[in-house]
């Protein structure tokens, strides 16, 4: 008797030792997928310095994204409110002076669903393509017009680039804007972060867009700051846009008067630098009352003479 019940307690004993090795194991795996997830997030959150010692093999499988040829692609910041019966016009006009993108600020939240896919294959109909700013939130993607709208991007995703946000430093925090970026990738599109002068340097992003803090007619102090962070961020492998501040204000900070000489100087100084995957003009600004390429025959006139000698001259930008 005294057998049997050491080998009963025995065999209760590893039973015991069995149930809790499988409940164990059960959390284990459970919150080893959670870990997983976790995991992907802050590898991406991360600051991908690391890619500066991989060679370009790596970064080509890193981004995805093609890459440009040395001429980049042209882009204007600032298609918004247009009438819905002068798309065509506008948009075609832009097309035929070499616009390779246009950018709208707000018709991607403002704009029905059936309006915004109008818009986009109009666009196309002038071989355009577009960046929209969705400026996503995290609580976006639980609302269902935004999800709809991101599906209809998807099906253009050729044509289309969106913008995460504007100057995460400042109106978004870094971390939240990656974990925006994230939460798109379902989507297949492509992304871009604009900024000021320095770029965040992140997996996640298909372009880092930098712009110009020229304020009035003198030389960009700002711009041998904005080409060292963009050679950096180009020898990494990351792709860099450059949008020059292209339009006329009363503002108190913004005095510059875009003349053709400086529109010239300054986009072939970007230019020749060879680093910048597109570059943009940015022809309006809201908040500082500017008037935009729309409203003003100079600012137009400035920017037809500009991309039409630049695409006609092989020359143009040889000192």
């Known amino acids: 008797m005294k057998i049997k019940f050491k080998r009963v307690l025995l065999y209760g004993y590893f039973l015991t030792l069995l149930i809790s090795y499988d409940s164990i194991q059960s959390k284990i795996y459970t919150n080893l997928a959670n870990e997983i997830l976790n995991f992907e997030i802050t590898k991406q959150k991360k600051y991908s310095d690391v890619l500066g010692i991989k060679t370009n093999t790596d970064l080509e499988e ?50 029905n669903i059936e309006d915004l896919e109008e818009l986009i294959t109009t666009g196309m109909k002038c071989n355009l393509k577009f960046i929209f700013a969705i400026q996503p939130r995290e609580k976006k993607f639980k609302e269902e017009i935004f999800i709809n709208k991101l599906n209809l991007l998807s099906d253009y995703k050729d044509y ?100 053709y000489v400086d529109a010239k100087n300054e986009f072939c100084i970007a230019r020749n630098l060879g680093i910048f995957k597109g570059i943009g003009f940015y022809t309006f600004n809201k908040k500082k ?27 143009f930008c040889i000192s």
Not at 86 to 111: A, M, P, Q, T
Not at 178 to 191: D, E, G, M
């Open 289 to 315: 009352n500017g008037v935009g390429i729309y409203n003003s025959k100079e600012i137009w006139a400035t920017l037809e003479k500009l991309l039409t000698n630049y695409n006609n001259e092989a020359n």
């Open 62 to 111: 890193i981004n995805t994204a093609s890459k440009t040829t040395k001429r980049p692609f042209l882009y204007v910041f600032g298609f918004d409110r247009i009438e819905k019966n002068l798309w065509e016009k506008e948009l075609c006009k832009l097309s035929g002076i070499g616009i390779d993108y246009v950018h709208s600020y707000s018709n991607f939240r403002s704009l």
């Open 160 to 259: 289309i680039i969106v913008q995460i946000a504007d100057e995460p430093r400042h109106k978004n925090r870094i971390k939240q804007t990656i974990s925006n970026c994230i939460r798109l990738k379902p989507y297949k599109l492509r992304t871009i972060v604009h900024e000021g002068v320095i770029p965040t340097l992140n997996e996640c992003f298909d372009y880092n867009g930098l712009h110009s803090h020229r304020r009035n007619n003198s030389t960009n102090r700002a711009f041998k700051l904005l080409s060292k962070k963009a050679i950096s961020a180009d020898k990494k492998g990351y792709r860099v846009l450059y949008l020059m501040r292209m339009f006329n204000s009363n503002s108190k900070v913004f005095t510059a008067k875009m003349s």
